[in-house]
């Protein structure tokens, strides 16, 4: 019997028979039908120990799960970080780890609903950057200016409350406070993933794509990132250099040191230990780098390098300035719906984040296939599509439920992880799943995070959306740069979107139209950045005369718009319905819901 290294150096599965010859046990297979094999694995597999329907051994399936947790998680407690002057947390720090647990349980519950019901892919889920630019936006609103953050602003990092008449930070009255902001952005984001919802259950997102392309795409993602770099420059402002060494860090050691493997002593099924090399530093780069600034940060503060007087530079990069959150948070909570009160629901916060959920939407729409590549499986045919749309919008709707602050999208960068492990077992991502949901019950966890010092997340959180800049930049690959059509596009879009944005910020009560709630909604959507850079970009790409080769349709399309997969392809059973496949196709009214495998198909 073949050993399991050998059957994985074959491109077969530990587990699998190979795929393409069928032959009774003890037959002959001819060197032609071998070499035939061998080819349809090599072209199914592309390399990869797992496939998506394939799962690794539990052991296998833990380790590989923690490093899809490991990272994702960087990039999803960052949401709830940037968030919580704006929802008027201040240094509630208590409230604000409870908030970081609660993105945590609900990251990890989509992503299990997705890998299960939805798209069927190693797909996760988390907190995105998307959503938080119109979140932003609403809460910039007259009634909902937070005074915390004003009096900070005016008086500096020394300001008493207490004084300027406001309730103590993490008193009753000042929880009061950020739960009814919270809750407001609750009812905008159930509200708005419902048309996420419609869109997905009746599959109407490939008319949509008809008109959607790279130069509407590309600013929109483009703008979602810089709108915030104001916000992270005032996090890098704590402590320059600290930022600088985390930012050094991490370009060390994901751009120059990611081909250094560590050796490792890996045991073998004779339990003989065998030297191994493990490329850590391009696994873990953001991880290695916030733990090795963190330790000099604690030991400058052990040192007292670092001031004791909040007024001065440098007091930020302290990593005992909330010790104290360690023992107030609970070792276990359980995040629940409704956990901040009752969602509150206005037609401007709707139509605010309703730019955030099509943006999201229309970035995981090529994630979908891009993950389907990498993880081995046949192109996502119609359905799968459909479904993945409607899943993502219904665990939208449960991240509104459940008070995380921030709806959810598909992850690229666990996607990319794929590609470097080799590995596209969704049960792995699944684990990961369950990790993620597990660590989001324990509050001492989501408390650790709180330690560290914000000139550490700033300068980890410029990298990290350095990155999203440049995938929104990328897809302009796709169009002819050399026309002056779409450079004219382009540049309206970015400066428009950036320049426009911050003069209405300025200018809150610039829009009069004569109607209260239209002035409010006319000022949230063109203070959103992306919201105004992908309008014009749409707007003009579908007005403004052009080929669908200058305006990059033609190559988008082939690269992602391909919904059916080949006839000749017999894995697509991997995209059915677990459990109750055989059920529905009892009954021929499921051949006409767009989310079902069988639409379209007749018996």
Not at 409 to 422: A, D, F, H, Q, W
Not at 445 to 456: Q, S
Not at 520 to 533: A, D, E, H, P
Not at 541 to 554: F, K, L, S, Y
Request: aromatic share 10%; with cysteine; net charge neutral.
């Amino acid at each position: 019997m073949a050993t399991q290294l050998e059957m994985v150096e074959k491109g077969i599965s530990p587990g699998q028979k190979g795929i393409g010859v069928s032959k009774p046990p003890g037959s002959v297979v001819s060197p032609a039908e071998r070499n035939n094999t061998v080819e349809v694995e090599d072209n199914n597999r592309n390399g990869l120990l797992y496939t998506a329907e394939e799962v690794p051994p539990w052991y296998t399936c833990i380790i590989l799960g923690f490093q899809h947790y490991v990272t994702a998680v960087a990039d999803i407690i960052a949401v709830p970080l940037m968030l919580r002057e704006y929802f008027c947390m201040d240094e509630d720090t208590v409230g604000v780890s409870a908030l970081i647990g609660t993105i945590l349980f609900v990251s990890g519950l989509n992503t299990l609903l997705q890998t299960t019901f939805g798209a069927r892919l190693p797909i996760v889920q988390g907190g995105t950057v998307t959503f938080v630019v119109p979140t932003i936006a609403i809460l910039l609103q007259p009634q909902w200016i937070c005074p915390y953050r004003e009096a900070r602003k005016e008086y500096g990092v020394n300001a008493n409350f207490t004084e300027l008449g406001l309730p103590p930070v993490g008193s009753t009255e000042h929880r009061a406070m950020w739960m009814a902001r919270i809750c407001e952005i609750q009812g905008a984001i159930i509200v708005a993933s419902m048309f996420q919802v419609v869109i997905g259950f009746s599959g109407i997102m490939t008319f949509l794509l008809r008109y959607i392309g790279p130069l509407c795409i590309s600013p929109t993602l483009t703008l979602a990132a810089l709108s915030l770099f104001p916000l992270i420059n005032n996090m890098v402002t704590g402590q320059v250099w600290i930022s600088v060494l985390t930012i050094f860090l991490i370009t060390l050691f994901s751009q120059y040191m990611k081909s250094v493997k560590i050796p490792f002593c890996s045991f073998g099924p004779n339990r003989s230990c065998t030297r191994t090399g493990v490329a850590l530093f391009l696994l873990y780069p953001v991880l290695l780098a916030v733990l090795i600034v963190f330790l000099i940060c604690l030991a400058l503060t052990a040192t007292d390098v670092f001031p004791n007087d909040p007024t001065k530079h440098g007091y930020l990069a302290r990593t005992d300035t909330k010790l104290y959150v360690l023992s107030e948070a609970p070792w276990f909570r359980f995040p629940y719906p409704f956990q901040w009160g009752t969602p509150t629901v206005s037609t401007v916060g709707v139509f605010g984040m309703l730019s955030g959920v099509i943006t999201a939407m229309i970035e995981s729409l090529g994630d979908y296939y891009a993950c389907a590549r990498l993880a081995g499986a046949p192109p996502p045919p119609l359905h799968a599509v459909n479904r993945a749309i409607f899943m993502e919008g219904t665990a939208c709707v449960l991240a509104g439920i459940w008070g995380s602050g921030n709806g959810t999208t598909s992850y690229s960068e666990n996607i990319g992880l794929i590609g470097i492990t080799r590995v596209g077992s969704r049960r792995v991502v699944q684990v990961c799943a369950i990790m993620l949901m597990a660590f989001g019950c324990f509050g001492k966890f989501g408390a650790v995070f709180m330690l560290i010092p914000t000139p550490v997340i700033g300068g980890m959180i410029m990298v990290t959306f350095g990155m999203v800049t440049a995938v929104g930049i990328a897809n302009l690959k796709f169009v002819d740069l050399n026309s002056q059509r779409n450079l004219f596009i382009i540049g309206v879009s970015l400066f428009v979107g950036l320049s426009l944005p911050m003069w209405v910020q300025e200018h809150t009560n610039a829009i009069k139209t004569g109607n209260d709630i239209i002035d409010q909604l006319l000022t949230v959507l063109f203070s959103t950045n992306m919201f105004v850079g992908g309008l014009l970009g749409f707007v003009l790409d579908n007005t403004i005369p052009g080929t669908d080769e200058e305006r990059g349709m033609t190559t988008w399309r082939a690269a992602g718009a391909n919904t059916t997969s080949s006839p000749s392809d017999n894995r697509q059973d991997l995209y059915d319905m677990p459990v109750i496949q055989r059920r529905l196709d009892r009954y021929r009214i499921f051949q006409y819901l767009p989310i079902c495998p069988r639409f379209g198909k007749r018996k």
